[in-house]
Protein backbone atom coordinates (compact mmCIF):
# COMPACT_ATOMS: atom_id res chain seq x y z
CA UNK A 1 0.00 0.00 0.00
CA UNK A 2 2.74 2.47 0.73
CA UNK A 3 5.87 2.24 -1.44
CA UNK A 4 9.29 2.52 0.32
CA UNK A 5 13.07 2.02 -1.03
CA UNK A 6 15.20 3.09 1.37
CA UNK A 7 18.11 1.47 -0.61
CA UNK A 8 17.69 3.78 -3.50
CA UNK A 9 16.96 7.03 -0.74
CA UNK A 10 20.95 6.18 0.83
CA UNK A 11 22.40 6.33 -3.21
CA UNK A 12 20.57 9.22 -3.96
CA UNK A 13 21.46 10.74 -0.92
CA UNK A 14 25.41 9.64 -1.19
CA UNK A 15 25.02 11.35 -5.07
CA UNK A 16 23.26 13.96 -3.56
CA UNK A 17 26.46 15.05 -0.98
CA UNK A 18 29.25 13.76 -3.42
CA UNK A 19 27.88 15.74 -6.81
CA UNK A 20 30.44 17.84 -8.25
CA UNK A 21 27.46 20.39 -10.41
CA UNK A 22 25.56 21.08 -7.80
CA UNK A 23 22.87 21.41 -10.41
CA UNK A 24 22.39 17.71 -11.41
CA UNK A 25 20.70 16.90 -8.16
CA UNK A 26 18.83 19.70 -6.26
CA UNK A 27 15.94 19.70 -2.85
CA UNK A 28 12.69 20.60 -3.97
CA UNK A 29 9.93 21.01 -1.50
CA UNK A 30 5.84 20.54 -2.39
CA UNK A 31 3.23 21.21 -0.34
CA UNK A 32 0.27 18.74 0.34
CA UNK A 33 -2.38 18.78 -2.77
CA UNK A 34 0.78 19.80 -4.79
CA UNK A 35 1.60 18.11 -8.22
CA UNK A 36 5.13 16.42 -8.75
CA UNK A 37 4.81 15.57 -12.10
CA UNK A 38 1.51 15.71 -14.55
CA UNK A 39 -0.01 13.00 -16.81
CA UNK A 40 0.82 13.28 -20.60
CA UNK A 41 3.07 16.45 -19.93
CA UNK A 42 7.07 16.40 -20.27
CA UNK A 43 8.81 15.77 -17.40
CA UNK A 44 11.89 17.82 -16.70
CA UNK A 45 13.12 15.91 -13.65
CA UNK A 46 13.62 12.57 -12.50
CA UNK A 47 12.40 12.67 -8.50
CA UNK A 48 12.95 10.66 -5.61
CA UNK A 49 10.78 11.05 -2.38
CA UNK A 50 12.97 12.40 0.51
CA UNK A 51 10.12 13.01 2.85
CA UNK A 52 6.59 13.00 2.33
CA UNK A 53 3.96 10.67 0.64
CA UNK A 54 2.88 10.89 -2.54
CA UNK A 55 -0.36 9.28 -4.81
CA UNK A 56 0.49 7.83 -7.97
CA UNK A 57 -3.19 8.28 -10.08
CA UNK A 58 -4.24 8.18 -13.87
CA UNK A 59 -6.95 10.60 -14.70
CA UNK A 60 -9.32 9.34 -16.68
CA UNK A 61 -11.42 10.75 -19.60
CA UNK A 62 -14.41 10.75 -17.85
CA UNK A 63 -12.54 12.55 -15.10
CA UNK A 64 -12.02 9.62 -12.87
CA UNK A 65 -9.33 9.30 -10.90
CA UNK A 66 -7.55 5.22 -10.66
CA UNK A 67 -4.63 5.52 -7.57
CA UNK A 68 -1.90 2.74 -8.63
CA UNK A 69 0.30 3.29 -5.37
CA UNK A 70 1.04 5.59 -2.62
CA UNK A 71 4.67 6.31 -2.38
CA UNK A 72 6.53 6.86 0.58
CA UNK A 73 10.67 7.26 0.83
CA UNK A 74 12.99 6.30 -1.88
CA UNK A 75 10.41 6.12 -4.51
CA UNK A 76 11.07 7.32 -7.87
CA UNK A 77 9.37 8.81 -10.08
CA UNK A 78 9.72 9.85 -13.93
CA UNK A 79 12.08 6.87 -14.52
CA UNK A 80 9.98 4.87 -17.24
CA UNK A 81 9.40 8.19 -18.96
CA UNK A 82 13.51 9.03 -19.05
CA UNK A 83 13.95 5.80 -20.06
CA UNK A 84 11.29 5.51 -22.51
CA UNK A 85 11.73 9.20 -24.02
CA UNK A 86 7.81 9.37 -23.19
CA UNK A 87 5.58 11.76 -21.71
CA UNK A 88 4.39 11.50 -18.01
CA UNK A 89 2.19 8.33 -17.84
CA UNK A 90 0.43 9.64 -14.57
CA UNK A 91 -0.07 12.31 -11.95
CA UNK A 92 2.39 12.13 -8.91
CA UNK A 93 0.48 14.59 -6.02
CA UNK A 94 1.70 15.21 -2.39
CA UNK A 95 -0.49 13.91 0.13
CA UNK A 96 1.66 15.08 2.73
CA UNK A 97 4.23 17.89 2.59
CA UNK A 98 7.02 16.42 0.20
CA UNK A 99 10.75 16.76 -0.05
CA UNK A 100 11.94 15.32 -2.93
CA UNK A 101 15.73 14.90 -4.78
CA UNK A 102 14.98 16.35 -8.35
CA UNK A 103 17.68 14.78 -10.56
CA UNK A 104 18.60 16.33 -14.10
CA UNK A 105 17.55 13.75 -16.94
CA UNK A 106 20.43 13.75 -18.45
CA UNK A 107 22.99 13.31 -15.71
CA UNK A 108 20.75 10.28 -14.69
CA UNK A 109 21.09 8.89 -18.69
CA UNK A 110 25.25 9.60 -18.03
CA UNK A 111 25.03 7.37 -15.01
CA UNK A 112 22.79 5.04 -16.52
CA UNK A 113 25.67 4.17 -19.22
CA UNK A 114 28.50 3.23 -16.18
CA UNK A 115 27.07 2.86 -12.91
CA UNK A 116 26.14 -0.47 -12.18
CA UNK A 117 24.47 0.12 -8.70
CA UNK A 118 22.14 2.25 -10.16
CA UNK A 119 20.80 0.17 -13.08
CA UNK A 120 20.70 -3.08 -10.26
CA UNK A 121 18.64 -0.31 -8.10
CA UNK A 122 16.15 0.42 -11.21
CA UNK A 123 15.94 -3.18 -12.53
CA UNK A 124 14.76 -3.92 -8.33
CA UNK A 125 12.18 -1.03 -8.83
CA UNK A 126 10.78 -2.71 -11.83
CA UNK A 127 10.92 -5.95 -10.70
CA UNK A 128 8.65 -5.05 -7.27
CA UNK A 129 6.35 -2.90 -9.63
CA UNK A 130 5.39 -5.76 -11.52
CA UNK A 131 5.15 -8.36 -8.48
CA UNK A 132 2.87 -5.25 -6.49
CA UNK A 133 0.74 -4.66 -9.70
CA UNK A 134 0.07 -8.46 -10.07
CA UNK A 135 0.06 -8.82 -6.07
CA UNK A 136 -2.55 -6.27 -5.70
CA UNK A 137 -4.35 -7.14 -9.03
CA UNK A 138 -4.86 -11.03 -7.12
CA UNK A 139 -5.60 -9.30 -3.74
CA UNK A 140 -8.44 -7.27 -5.40
CA UNK A 141 -9.72 -10.66 -6.58
CA UNK A 142 -9.54 -12.50 -3.57
CA UNK A 143 -10.67 -10.31 -0.53
CA UNK A 144 -13.54 -8.51 0.03
CA UNK A 145 -13.70 -4.42 -0.25
CA UNK A 146 -14.30 -4.43 4.00
CA UNK A 147 -10.52 -6.02 4.19
CA UNK A 148 -8.96 -4.09 1.72
CA UNK A 149 -10.51 -1.10 2.99
CA UNK A 150 -9.25 -2.29 6.50
CA UNK A 151 -5.82 -2.37 5.69
CA UNK A 152 -6.55 1.60 3.61
CA UNK A 153 -7.69 2.78 7.23
CA UNK A 154 -4.67 0.72 8.64
CA UNK A 155 -1.90 2.75 6.69
CA UNK A 156 -4.00 6.39 7.25
CA UNK A 157 -3.56 5.53 11.02
CA UNK A 158 0.17 3.88 10.91
CA UNK A 159 1.26 6.90 9.23
CA UNK A 160 -0.81 9.52 10.50
CA UNK A 161 -2.34 10.89 7.41
CA UNK A 162 -5.83 11.33 6.43
CA UNK A 163 -6.73 9.95 2.94
CA UNK A 164 -10.11 11.29 1.60
CA UNK A 165 -13.12 9.17 0.58
CA UNK A 166 -12.84 9.64 -2.75
CA UNK A 167 -9.05 8.91 -2.32
CA UNK A 168 -10.07 5.36 -0.96
CA UNK A 169 -12.51 4.90 -2.81
CA UNK A 170 -9.84 5.04 -6.33
CA UNK A 171 -7.75 3.55 -4.61
CA UNK A 172 -10.28 0.47 -4.30
CA UNK A 173 -11.63 0.53 -7.77
CA UNK A 174 -15.11 1.77 -6.16
CA UNK A 175 -17.89 4.47 -6.01
CA UNK A 176 -17.82 6.67 -2.93
CA UNK A 177 -21.47 5.61 -2.63
CA UNK A 178 -20.09 1.80 -2.68
CA UNK A 179 -17.19 2.75 -0.07
CA UNK A 180 -19.99 4.63 2.30
CA UNK A 181 -21.97 1.56 2.53
CA UNK A 182 -18.76 -0.50 3.54
CA UNK A 183 -17.98 2.01 5.96
CA UNK A 184 -21.22 1.99 7.71
CA UNK A 185 -21.00 -2.17 7.14
CA UNK A 186 -17.44 -2.14 8.99
CA UNK A 187 -18.43 0.17 12.06
CA UNK A 188 -21.65 -2.10 12.36
Known amino acids: MLRTNHKFLAYIQELYELQERRESIIIKQFRKGQ ?44 DIELIRKISCLCNIEAMTDVTAYAI ?60 SKEDMASYLGISV ?3 NRTLKKISE
Open 35 to 78: KLICQHENATKVMLVKEGITKCFFSEDNDKEYILEFLGKGEIIG
Open 104 to 163: DPYYLSERLKTDLQLNNLLLNVFAERIINTSSRASYQQLYTIEHSLGKLLELQSKQQITI
Open 177 to 179: RSL
